[in-house]
């Protein structure tokens, strides 16, 4: 059987000057001419274009949409805190841990360096 073939998606997205992205919807690929004159990057998401924006209109009561964008928001700010009580005090760790080994480390080398240790 065949592997179905995969094409990397590419995508334009409009975000919050904080980086929340608030709607995102795929494009075909740039064709080179447009890369070039436009000067296009594409970052590890496959996001060719993105357009910021301050966000004013969700705070306006008749804008019918600004429940999808809150949600949006309120799921961004949950995983980032969620992210940080499950995945920070592991880090913490992880370094504290690294620090040690640098530490003896350090003593090894200073040991291995030292001239007492040089035989003729």
Known sequence: ?????????????????????????????????????????FDEDGVCREWSRAGQELSDVYNESRTRFQDIIATRLNTRRAIREMVHPYLLKLQKDIDEVHKKLDRVLQLLESPSNITS
């Open 1 to 41: 059987m065949r592997r179905q073939r995969r094409r990397p998606m590419h995508y334009t997205a409009h975000s919050l000057h904080d980086g929340t992205v608030i709607a995102v919807f795929p494009v075909r690929k740039p064709t080179l001419r447009t890369i070039k004159q436009e000067k296009l990057r």
